[in-house]
């Protein structure tokens, strides 16, 4: 990677965090943005949703490939996937190697098909009437092939400019960056001329091997900015010329396309990159390496090659950038406006499309694009007590107390590094901490008496939380003066909801130390308001992994928690009680939206 990713999981994946994604989405439509990449509702997915990953992966595997230079090479002979050889092959141009490599299409193409299947098995929310076969086997044909001509097409551009200005010190040492491009084999290789020779083709495939995401490496390879508020995971980078071209990887059609979200994408990684330079875990180059004089997506459905324009005012860019963050920390579901008739063009979360419950897609499906509804039309009344309506969950809360103990930064039961206290107040106290990484980094300041104003009351693990970010402040007590203050030992920590599920989702991998970790996820909406309910590790149940969009569940004594400005209830399996009342399928359909 070319800069080392923060020491963290992927549960710090921070929902204010900038990315290229949140920043397409923000342009196309900050509502659509605040409900899926904010709030983190789902959609049903679709096979070419985890298709285009495992794309990347097989390209990526084809580039890593290391010809031998004089034994050639056995037909179908793969090391992304066993596979059956054949024939051994003599490879004396790139020509013959382009020949060698299409011999591979067909067990990597087999392999693609056995990850999509297996993928779309793991999904718990399929679209309707959709499924892996649908992706016919010639498209992704089409696909291997055009990555292999793509890259192919790079290393004879390299072999007509004689290995580029990197070639002997590529003969001397082997790749010379940092972070080298991934390959099969470890080392510089055998195939190397001697100095001044002319380059060789095999000489032209090592020089020209993009960086790209390491299909070996199972956790996320991203790009993280210094100050921690922006992160990206481009898919290549081409450094053979002495500058740099920025590629992303898309497993469909160019031609006929809009290719504006794509824009966008590129050009944050352009800026990027450019910040990340000199990033303190950036690993040393042995040479030097030129500025980002190229922006462009590879297409493998057809093989077209777009070509984004690049940023006109770098420097103006990151301010530009900061302040975007700054709007997407401050948005809140009372932005959002459910009960807006109309569309508007002012405030935070405002379009000139949609309104109220109704999103717009537009412009990536176009203008004729019908509006669509995440959050669904309620039918039923909420429940009534001991239920809390979720729009009046506990929200902010005012406490005096003695700040002591301070602590961190620390692991959070997110994987993000906080920092945080201990509040006493008498014989009470509790944990008091960040929300998130960097959310309020002024709390060491403070020891002794103060006041601490709109922090989020929580729990974990039996034990009170308070959460500070961008809307809470500490004061003195003088400054308090006449300000309601709540009782520590009276801060609610537990809620009971009822509601509907209207999207659901699960994550599993491995963190940063080596450990499993596992999540499952649902959205729950009474027609008052929106929460997300989350299950952790040995807290998931078979009940709560098997909930379907449309289930009426009620929710007894869950955990209340904070993630990103809102707040989210965790299951505690020992105390937390779920019923679920699944509705028959007829019934689920009237619940759908137009």
Same mark, same amino acid.
């Given at each position: 990677?070319?800069?080392?990713?923060?020491?963290?999981?992927?549960?710090?994946?921070?929902?204010?965090?900038?990315?290229?994604?949140?920043?397409?989405?923000? !342009?196309?439509?900050?509502?659509?943005?605040?409900?899926?990449?904010?709030? @983190?509702?789902?959609?049903?997915?679709?096979?070419?949703?985890?298709?285009?990953?495992?794309?990347?992966?097989?390209?990526?595997?084809?580039?890593?490939?290391?010809?031998?230079?004089?034994?050639?090479?056995? !037909?179908?002979?793969?090391?992304?996937?066993?596979?059956?050889? &054949?024939?051994?092959?003599?490879?004396?141009?790139?020509?013959?190697?382009?020949?060698?490599?299409?011999?591979?299409?067909?067990?990597?193409?087999?392999?693609?098909?056995?990850?999509?299947?297996?993928?779309?098995?793991?999904?718990?929310?399929? #679209?309707?009437?959709?499924?892996?076969?649908?992706?016919?086997?010639?498209?992704?044909?089409?696909?291997?092939?055009?990555?292999?001509?793509?890259?192919?097409? !790079?290393? $004879?551009?390299?072999?007509?400019?004689?290995?580029?200005?990197?070639?002997?010190?590529?003969?001397?040492?082997?790749?010379?960056?940092?972070?080298?491009?991934?390959?099969?084999?470890?080392?510089?290789?055998? @195939?190397?001329?001697?100095?001044?020779?002319?380059?060789?083709?095999?000489?032209?495939?090592?020089?020209?091997?993009?960086? #790209?995401?390491?299909?070996?490496?199972?956790?996320?390879?991203?790009?993280?900015?210094?100050?921690?508020?922006?992160?990206?995971?481009?898919?290549?980078?081409?450094?053979?010329? &002495?500058?740099?071209?920025?590629?992303?990887? %898309?497993?469909?059609?160019?031609?006929?396309?809009?290719?504006?979200?794509?824009?966008?994408?590129?050009?944050?990684?352009?800026?990027?990159?450019?910040?990340?330079?000199?990033?303190?875990?950036?690993?040393?180059?042995?040479?030097?390496?030129?500025?980002?004089?190229?922006?462009?997506?590879?297409?493998?459905?057809?093989?077209?090659?777009?070509?984004?324009?690049?940023?006109?005012?770098?420097?103006?860019?990151?301010?530009?950038?900061?302040?975007?963050?700054?709007?997407?920390?401050?948005?809140?579901?009372?932005?959002?406006?459910?009960? #807006?008739? %109309?569309?508007?063009?002012?405030?935070?979360?405002?379009?000139?499309?949609?309104?109220?419950?109704?999103?717009?897609?537009?412009?990536?499906?176009?203008? !004729?694009?019908?509006?669509?509804?995440?959050?669904?039309?309620?039918?039923?009344?909420?429940?009534?007590?001991?239920?809390?309506?979720?729009?009046?969950?506990?929200?902010?809360?005012?406490? %005096?107390?003695?700040?002591?103990?301070?602590?961190?930064?620390?692991?959070?039961?997110?994987?993000?590094?906080?920092?945080?206290?201990?509040?006493?107040?008498?014989?009470?106290?509790?944990?008091?901490?960040?929300? &998130?990484?960097?959310?309020?980094?002024?709390?060491?300041?403070? $020891?002794?008496?103060?006041?601490?104003?709109?922090?989020?009351?929580?729990?974990?693990?039996?034990?009170?939380?308070?959460?500070?970010?961008?809307?809470? %402040?500490?004061?003195?007590?003088?400054?308090?003066?006449?300000?309601?203050?709540?009782?520590?030992?009276?801060?609610?920590?537990?809620?009971?909801?009822?509601?509907?599920?209207?999207?659901?989702?699960?994550?599993?991998?491995?963190?940063?130390?080596?450990?499993?970790?596992?999540?499952?996820?649902?959205?729950?909406?009474?027609?008052?308001?929106?929460?997300?309910?989350?299950?952790?590790?040995?807290?998931?149940?078979?009940?709560?992994?098997?909930?379907?969009?449309?289930?009426?569940?009620?929710?007894?004594?869950?955990?209340?928690?904070?993630?990103?400005?809102?707040?989210?209830?965790?299951?505690?399996?020992?105390?937390?009680?779920?019923?679920?009342?699944?509705?028959?399928?007829?019934?689920?359909?009237?619940?759908?939206?137009?």
């Amino acid at each position: 990677m070319p800069v080392i990713p923060q020491p963290t999981g992927v549960f710090a994946r921070s929902r204010r965090r900038l990315s290229a994604s949140s920043m397409v989405t923000w !342009e196309r439509c900050r509502r659509d943005w605040f409900l899926t990449r904010r709030l @983190g509702l789902q959609v049903p997915k679709h096979p070419e949703m985890i298709l285009g990953h495992i794309v990347e992966e097989a390209a990526t595997a084809i580039w890593m490939e290391r010809p031998h230079p004089e034994n050639g090479m056995k !037909e179908k002979n793969t090391q992304w996937v066993t596979s059956e050889h &054949g024939e051994i092959l003599t490879i004396t141009n790139l020509d013959e190697l382009q020949t060698w490599l299409r011999t591979l299409m067909q067990p990597i193409v087999d392999e693609i098909r056995r990850q999509l299947n297996e993928g779309w098995d793991n999904i718990i929310w399929k #679209a309707e009437g959709r499924s892996p076969d649908d992706v016919k086997r010639e498209k992704l044909n089409a696909m291997v092939k055009n990555a292999i001509k793509l890259q192919i097409n !790079e290393a $004879k551009l390299c072999l007509e400019q004689n290995g580029g200005p990197f070639l002997e010190i590529f003969r001397e040492i082997g790749d010379p960056f940092g972070t080298p491009a991934p390959c099969w084999d470890s080392g510089k290789g055998e @195939g190397w001329q001697a100095k001044g020779e002319p380059c060789s083709w095999w000489e032209a495939w090592e020089v020209s091997r993009p960086w #790209a995401k390491d299909p070996r490496i199972n956790s996320a390879q991203r790009l993280f900015h210094p100050d921690g508020w922006a992160a990206g995971e481009l898919d290549m980078a081409h450094r053979w010329r &002495g500058d740099v071209q920025i590629v992303d990887i %898309k497993a469909n059609r160019g031609h006929g396309r809009d290719h504006s979200g794509v824009a966008t994408q590129l050009r944050f990684y352009q800026w990027l990159w450019i910040e990340t330079r000199h990033h303190p875990s950036k690993p040393i180059d042995h040479v030097k390496s030129g500025p980002v004089v190229a922006l462009k997506s590879w297409h493998l459905a057809d093989g077209f090659v777009h070509e984004a324009r690049l940023i006109d005012e770098i420097e103006n860019e990151a301010p530009r950038l900061s302040k975007i963050q700054q709007q997407m920390t401050l948005a809140s579901l009372n932005d959002f406006n459910l009960n #807006a008739d %109309k569309p508007t063009i002012e405030g935070r979360l405002s379009c000139q499309v949609c309104h109220g419950l109704d999103t717009c897609d537009y412009p990536r499906g176009g203008e !004729e694009q019908p509006l669509h509804r995440l959050i669904p039309e309620f039918k039923k009344s909420t429940a009534g007590a001991p239920f809390t309506p979720i729009s009046n969950l506990p929200s902010r809360v005012t406490v %005096k107390g003695n700040l002591h103990g301070h602590w961190g930064p620390l692991p959070n039961h997110f994987g993000s590094s906080v920092i945080g206290a201990a509040i006493t107040v008498g014989d009470k106290s509790a944990v008091i901490e960040e929300m &998130g990484c960097g959310q309020f980094p002024i709390l060491h300041d403070y $020891k002794g008496e103060f006041v601490i104003v709109d922090a989020a009351p929580g729990q974990w693990r039996g034990m009170v939380r308070l959460y500070l970010d961008i809307d809470s %402040k500490i004061i003195s007590s003088e400054d308090a003066k006449d300000m309601e203050i709540n009782r520590l030992g009276l801060i609610p920590t537990r809620a009971n909801i009822a509601g509907t599920i209207i999207s659901r989702g699960f994550n599993s991998g491995i963190n940063s130390s080596g450990r499993n970790w596992s999540m499952s996820m649902a959205h729950v909406w009474d027609g008052t308001g929106l929460v997300e309910v989350v299950a952790f590790g040995s807290g998931r149940s078979e009940s709560f992994d098997n909930l379907q969009i449309g289930d009426n569940i009620r929710l007894m004594s869950a955990e209340l928690g904070w993630r990103e400005g809102t707040p989210q209830l965790r299951i505690d399996p020992r105390n937390t009680r779920l019923t679920i009342e699944t509705l028959p399928r007829e019934s689920k359909e009237e619940q759908d939206t137009p």
